[in-house]
């Protein structure tokens, strides 16, 4: 019998597709690993490890590292409000912070699919713990 503790796992990538550092990941179209954004309904995988580029390569020809458990940082989104009482709600997926390398989150759920619980706030960065499938 295989075991794995789950914390991090490896996912074929999606044809065409570009995941950034810290970016992330749903199951895209077909089950193919993909850089998540502002949207509703999507399965998060985790967040990205490392920076992967199957730009070149049909349906799984690179794979992807994730984090599936843990706590992460991210970055507060544009109209974004969370403060020490946001300790304990959900985190929303909103995007990707190409500067600091780490998600973006907002507190309102429309057209987002949940990240995760704020378990800290401090200025412009929210520890969020991970709710993957």
Do not use: C
């Amino acid at each position: 019998m295989k075991h794995a503790q789950g914390l991090a796992w490896e996912y074929p990538v999606a044809a065409n597709a570009t995941i950034r550092v810290g970016a992330a990941v749903i199951a895209g179209t077909g089950g193919w690993a993909v850089e998540g954004a502002a949207a509703a309904g999507q399965r998060i995988l985790g967040v990205s490890a490392e920076h992967v580029e199957n730009t070149v390569g049909g349906n799984g020809a690179r794979t992807v590292s994730v984090f599936k458990r843990g706590i992460v940082d991210a970055t507060v989104a544009t109209g974004a409000v969370f403060a020490q009482t946001s300790v304990g709600a959900d985190a929303f997926l909103d995007g990707y912070d190409s500067v600091n390398q780490r998600p973006t989150v907002h507190n309102a759920s429309t057209n987002r699919t949940r990240l995760g619980t704020v378990v800290a706030v401090s200025g412009n960065t929210v520890l969020v713990q991970l709710i993957t499938v």
